[in-house]
């Protein structure tokens, strides 16, 4: 506990994986992308560990073995500041939680893997998506899309 109690610390957090996965407003096109500006962006990929999706307007994320995978784009943060900002975007941690997942990144038709930050909640509200997509040799996931 005390170790998840460190990683409250955008610096800490920032020092033990700079990179975050997003699923919902901060992708490209989104309203709240400008919070990535400063960022770099790494690439599209699909976690490993599976979830549900629900919709209030914004998607939420809640980690389920029986869901499935979702569609995120990655990106790499410059800051410890960055990390701040974006926990004071999600309501971390009284809203939103964070943890950091396995994602297989696209990259030339091979998968690349790498760990990077999610946000995603316990307790979601809206209704759940149920719009699955299929990718041969991805296979199924889910994506938000607003």
Known sequence: ???ELKLYDPERAFKKCPYVAVYGTLKKGYWNHHYLKDAIFVGEGITQENFDLFDVG???AVPNPLGLPLKVEVYKLTSPEQLEKLDFLEGFPYHY???IIDIDLFEGGKRK????WIYYVTHPKGEKVEDIRYVEDVGPYLEWEG
Do not use: F, G
């Not at 893997?113 to 990077?116: F, V």
């Open 1 to 3: 506990m005390e170790k």
């Open 58 to 60: 914004y998607p939420m």
């Open 97 to 99: 939680k964070r943890m």
């Open 113 to 116: 893997p790498i760990k990077a």
